[in-house]
């Protein structure tokens, strides 16, 4: 939830896309299982999912 409530967006355009959000969650992940897990993204990396005014 960290992710889409802004944290992702690490180029602070208002705006989170799938990568963003995948390589938040993908270091979190990572980090917290010792590297035992690494999500995958698969579909539009570049789809935004969210916009911020």
Same mark, same amino acid.
């Given at each position: 939830? %960290? #992710?889409?409530?802004? =944290? +992702?967006?690490? *180029?602070? =355009? *208002?705006?989170?896309? +799938? %990568?963003?959000?995948? +390589?938040? $969650?993908?270091? *979190?992940?990572?980090?917290? @299982? #010792?590297? @035992?897990? $690494?999500?995958?993204?698969?579909? =539009?990396?570049?789809?935004?999912? $969210?916009?911020?005014?």
């Amino acid at each position: 939830m %960290k #992710g889409m409530e802004g =944290d +992702a967006d690490v *180029n602070d =355009d *208002n705006e989170i896309t +799938a %990568k963003e959000l995948h +390589a938040y $969650v993908q270091q *979190n992940v990572v980090q917290q @299982s #010792g590297g @035992s897990q $690494v999500p995958e993204l698969q579909g =539009d990396a570049e789809r935004v999912l $969210v916009r911020f005014q």
